[in-house]
């Protein structure tokens, strides 16, 4: 096997030095190459021009099939044009193969026909069929595996609900776990609430996702009243409500901002922190105090209450009134049925229409045939 090995790779080697194109080569297999032999196609002319060559080569060979190595190696010393480094080569590599034994020429022309079998698929070029269109028939080499056969189910092992119905076992196990030894542990950090103090007047909101990343759990929202700013006059509160805009809700009478343009809630916090430090200082400003623009509320829609007129409200007299009346009512359903003139429609089912029923039952004829006489 190894002098067999040997002699083919003497063959390829030699086949190789060849100087001309391996399409205008003789040799008509070419090792090692996954690219797609091509036939000469009729009525081109010799010598014609690939176009993504800026040289000519000969026309290849149409239509011929060598049987064994010697076959082709002859072939190729019918060719005028090659030269002469090139036919040294071939006759060298043609008598190495007629001095071999024909066990060890079996074994080279099995080992090509394995090669050309192993090297058929990367050859045939991947036509899109007709109905496809997505290209499924396509392998995508990105992917780690060929994804053939894996969604076959071969009985060794559960079907894909059962795994999921398993990992939704352990994910409450894991949970249980947490809030069995883990969230005990929380109490020693719990503080006492404290109330705000006067001058503690922004209230600030955060979003979390216990954990999980989500691009809305860096939003800050911060609400405050500016009749808590106690430093601040009437006509500077007033100031800071128009400056506020849209941002001011005039029903309750609070503003609120938020921020989510940092990737941190920290950050977030202190721009809204700043802005409403610039937002104070301007309405501290006495060059221009807004007196002349009027408070605009039209970003703001007010929810209409109902108003009921005051006879409708239900006063303590109707209410007296109308417990009297229900208290009339039950007296005489209770004396109606101390005298049985109060209809139980359940007992009158049961013991009267039933019972009718049952003692009027007849048997129903049957109409029987009578054979003549």
């Known amino acids: 096997m190894a002098s067999a090995a040997n ?25 090692l190459t996954t690219t797609a032999p091509q036939c000469a196609r009729p009525g081109r002319k010799k010598g014609w021009k690939d176009p993504s060559d800026n040289f000519e080569f000969p026309e290849p060979y149409e239509g011929k099939v060598f049987q064994d190595l010697g076959e082709q190696l002859r072939y190729s010393l019918e060719n005028d044009e090659l030269a002469e480094a090139d036919r040294a080569a071939v006759q060298q590599a043609l ?18 026909k394995e090669i050309d079998k192993e090297f058929a698929p990367l050859r045939a070029p991947v036509r899109a069929r007709r109905n496809s269109f997505w ?54 950090f719990a503080k006492k609430f404290v109330p705000p103090k006067n001058n503690e007047v922004l ?16 939003k800050v929202v911060v609400e405050f009243d500016p009749r808590d700013l106690f430093e601040l006059t009437e006509v500077q509160r007033d100031k800071l409500r128009k400056l506020a805009g849209a941002r001011y809700n005039p029903e309750r009478g609070i503003i609120k901002m938020s921020c989510e343009k940092f990737e ?13 430090a610039k937002l104070i200082t ?59 003139q109060l209809i139980d429609g359940v007992k009158v089912i049961q013991q009267g229409a039933l019972s009718t029923l049952s003692a009027s039952k007849e048997k129903e004829p049957v109409a029987v045939r009578v054979k003549p006489l």
């Open 95 to 112: 008598a190495s193969w007629e001095n071999k034994p024909n066990e060890e020429k079996m074994e080279e022309q099995q080992i090509v």
């Open 282 to 340: 301007a309405a501290k400003d006495p060059t221009d105090t807004f007196e002349d623009i009027p408070l605009d509320t039209r970003h703001h829609k007010f929810k209409s209450i109902p108003k009921y007129p005051k006879e409708w409200y239900m006063s303590n007299q109707r209410r007296q009134q109308l417990l009297a009346q229900r208290r009339e009512s039950l007296k005489l359903d209770h004396n109606k049925r101390q005298n049985s």
């Open 264 to 276: 941190l809630p920290a950050q977030n916090k202190r721009w809204l922190g700043d802005t409403i």
């Open 135 to 188: 290209h499924e028939e396509e392998q995508d080499t990105d992917l780690i595996t060929d994804e053939v056969g894996e969604d076959d189910f071969e009985e060794n092992d559960m079907m894909a609900m059962g795994h999921a119905k398993l990992e939704e076992h352990r994910e409450y196990r894991e949970y249980a776990r947490i809030a069995v030894w883990e969230m005990p542990l929380l109490s020693r």
């Open 203 to 218: 209230r600030f909101r955060y979003t979390t996702y216990m954990g999980e990343f989500h691009p809305a759990d860096r």
């Open 7 to 31: 002699s083919l790779r003497l063959c390829l080697r030699a086949s190789r030095q060849l100087s001309v194109r391996p399409a205008a080569s003789p040799l008509l297999r070419r090792a």
